[in-house]
């Protein structure tokens, strides 16, 4: 697909600092963009990539103040770059609509219109498929589940029995969902395994990475509310509830029964202990393990994490200790030779 | 299915205080259930749901004193919940014993009675498979592997060659058993890669969860004792020895070599370092590392990990810097004060 | 497989210490090795278990002094160890080269000379693989992507569309190759998915543990270079370039963009946040956060990571606090003693 600046100007509702009729055919990362190329800056750590870049032109924060043969000043560069590569690389073709002659589909199972139904897939009795469904070679969808109007699911995935699943949603390769949550119990018998016989409930728009794990609930459903996107080898334990447009990072994990309300984002190899509360909106940064219910609104860090403002004190008074140190000798230093004067005491030769 | 309470006070070898004529049809959360449901007190967190629960029935601890229209008191609220749940809700039809013809069977595996051996299912040659084991779809089984009585395989799973399962094993879905382990060394040609020509040995009524990776052994096996629990995302590596009735939870990784005695418990995103040894009954909070062999019975924290009660200090004097910083400011100016006293200095003005 | 220790020694070129025509026909654990058996010394850990052995040999570094019935001293017995063991043991055997029945293969695909294609393999459109590779049971290749001479690709991974894989690589059960990155923009509409556009080069001679999770570039490529080793539960994000001949350990994660230069090691569980440059032999010790760029030839440990050495005092200077508050006590004391003496004030009776 080519484009002209002129056209790609209305495509991102953009100013154009530049030339309407250039065209461009191809979008590259700043450092890489050369001739034909657009490219944008999204991230102020690429600013220095400026003076080299061979890029035809750059998309660019509307208060951006530098110069460049060809600029689009937009409200959000990220997103402006985002609507402009879904039209330079449209990506592979979409598979057609069709059952390939190798997937199994249990008698009971009822198919939408215009569903793929990929080679190996399997696919269990009672289950539903909505319409437009794509599912990816080799994957498992179990008994009596549910997949809304054009989710994706791609290879390998296993969705077991009882799971509903919303309209568009995207479930990544290798992912697991439904299988059995982490629950037994002690007893004078060895290990007793607590039945998980609830569910899962993955609502419309929900983006789950490759190789995650989100088990299914015990007695209620783990339930993923719409619009959250999780990256990959994350884990969502049983009767875990996540609320709505949330990000989870990869290797974050969710013990079981936490809630996560709505506009949560969770950064990488967070944990979140079990039984939890976390507020609306709140931010917990990488590799934070959270023990505590957590006020809507904050941000917080470390392990056991605390508000970034409190944490980063943490970090500042560890690092003054050398500091304390080289005061207290100085102290005493003082003092002792304030007793020696008081007392007229000589210094110690090894003192 | 449905019980009277009189019934499950006897299922559960609890205490009814109550009617023993009402008829329960279904378990629900505390904060959710309703008529015809019974629930559960297992954790204290969930007391405050007490007045507002709508259940027909509470499973209590034998010492609780609140009172409700019928309480069944027993030993242990997890454990009851965990028999009730079970007849209540049987789960999905277990699959009917067969071969599913899309299933790819080597010439020289052996199979027991009454196996499931789903769709797409491969199984090399000289495996053998026990009576009564449910393959689901999708799973490898390697060359020369064993799968014991019962055992049950979910979607996805890859058994590499050379493992040996027990009885009564549950391996969740896209869990890989018996993968090479992470054997190197740096040559002066470059990196040579360390056979890896163990097995995996795992024993009677282990339950391994979503997306484990367990790696084979270099030499000798790598080894899960029975009974043991491990939770998703999990990773054993080469040659780890699991002792019986251990729990890992999600993503907890033990490096090479590592022994865990019986009965340890290692919660979720805990490291633990090649070649340790992790003594009997040992506890190891969320998110350590353990750098260092952890002697029988103790509980442990922190990354590096460290006695529980030790850490706990560590965690307190970190906290008391602040006041330390109070206490010496107010000792420098008692000295500062205490020398121009003496000395009969005024004191400058920019101090 | 049988050899005599003379023969042994040649093929590690080492020095032997006895008999030559001791007949050898496995290898084991130091402390489980006996009759027929040869072991090796590769970890100081294990000498302890010297007394106890029963190997007919030992494989001992050049400068070991101790003595034994039969010793053959080398430069480096882990890589002894490795040549032997694959003399010895040669593992299952290799699948006869042929395609079998049950593999979809589109038409467009390219299939090379002695080409190994397993039950439920799926091939899609445009796909090319070359001579003597493996691709075992259950595992989907992406529309476009290329599989390079003698590659192995173990049961049930995927390969999305798009990826270009080199000669002589490994990818171990269940691992992801060349999912969506995780590229979103929060809009007012809500989120915003960005187009994950680029693919996956992976270089000759890499290895990919069991579940690992490798996504595909936004614009340009996630590259991994020539002969680096990737143990399992790895997450590797969009557009990060790996050097080569780096090590990254069970469950380390790095961010999206981020760069590590050649020969890094990363320990597990680490993580490393976007947009950083890791230099030339770095070393990360296990569960530390990387949150800056790291210099060549830098040690680091913590979260966040730190040098390795101002990490250790930092630990230290922790753990001097219960120090530090003594000699504040000692010196609070004196203060007080020394300015009741100065001012005649007695002490008081709560103090």
Redesign the interface.
């Known amino acids: 697909m080519k484009f002209s600046l002129g056209q790609i100007a209305e495509i991102v509702k953009g100013t154009l600092e530049g030339d309407p009729s250039v065209v461009i055919s191809e ?3 700043i450092q ?1 963009a050369g001739p034909g190329e657009i490219t944008f800056l999204g ?1 102020p ?1 690429y600013a220095k990539y400026l003076s080299v870049t061979g890029a035809e032109a750059i998309l660019v924060p509307r208060d951006f103040t530098g110069s460049y043969k060809n600029l689009i000043h937009v409200d ?1 560069p ?2 402006a ?2 609507l402009i ?2 039209r ?2 449209p ?3 979409s598979p057609q609509p069709g059952i ?1 002659p ?1 997937a ?1 589909i249990a008698e009971s199972a009822s198919l939408g219109r215009d569903v793929y139904i ?3 897939v ?1 696919i269990d009795e009672k289950v539903s498929i909505g319409d437009g469904v794509v599912l ?3 994957s ?1 969808i ?3 589940s549910h997949i809304g109007f054009g989710s994706v699911i ?5 969705v ?3 799971v509903r699943i919303g309209k568009n949603v ?1 479930i ?5 969902i439904g ?2 949550g ?4 002690r ?1 004078e018998a ?6 998980q ?1 609830g569910g899962v409930l993955i609502e419309d ?1 929900v ?1 789950i ?5 989100i ?1 299914r609930g ?3 459903d783990t339930v993923i509310r719409k ?1 959250t ?1 999780i ?3 994350v ?1 969502i ?1 049983h ?1 875990v509830k996540i609320g709505q ?1 949330c ?1 989870l ?3 974050s ?1 969710i ?1 079981g029964s936490a809630t996560l309300e709505d506009f949560v984002t969770v950064a ?2 967070v ?1 979140i ?1 079990g ?1 939890l509360t976390i507020g609306k909106g709140v931010i917990i940064a ?2 934070s ?1 959270v ?1 505590k219910d957590i006020a809507a609104g904050s941000t917080v860090l470390g ?1 056991p994490a605390q508000d970034m403002s409190k944490a980063s004190r ?2 500042a ?6 500091d ?2 080289q ?2 000798k100085e ?2 230093k ?2 002792r030779e ?2 020696q ?2 007392h007229g005491i000589k210094k110690a030769k090894n003192d």
């Open positions: 979008m590259a990362e890489n991230n750590r959000n990220n997103y770059y985002a590569l879904a330079l690389r990506g592979p073709p390939r190798s199994v990929g080679p190996n399997v990816h070679a080799n498992y179990g008994y009596d791609f290879p390998n995935v296993t077991y029995h009882g995207r990544h390769a290798g992912a697991v299988s059995d982490f629950g037994f119990v007893t060895g290990i007793s395994k607590i039945p016989a728009d983006e990475g490759a190789n995650c794990a088990d015990t007695l209620g619009g996107k990256d990959n080898l884990q334990a009767n447009y990000f990072a990869g290797q994990g013990a990488g190899q944990g202990a039984h990488a590799q393990g023990s392990s943490e970090l008074h560890i690092r003054s200790i050398p304390i140190k005061r207290l102290l005493e003082r003092t304030s007793y004067a008081t």
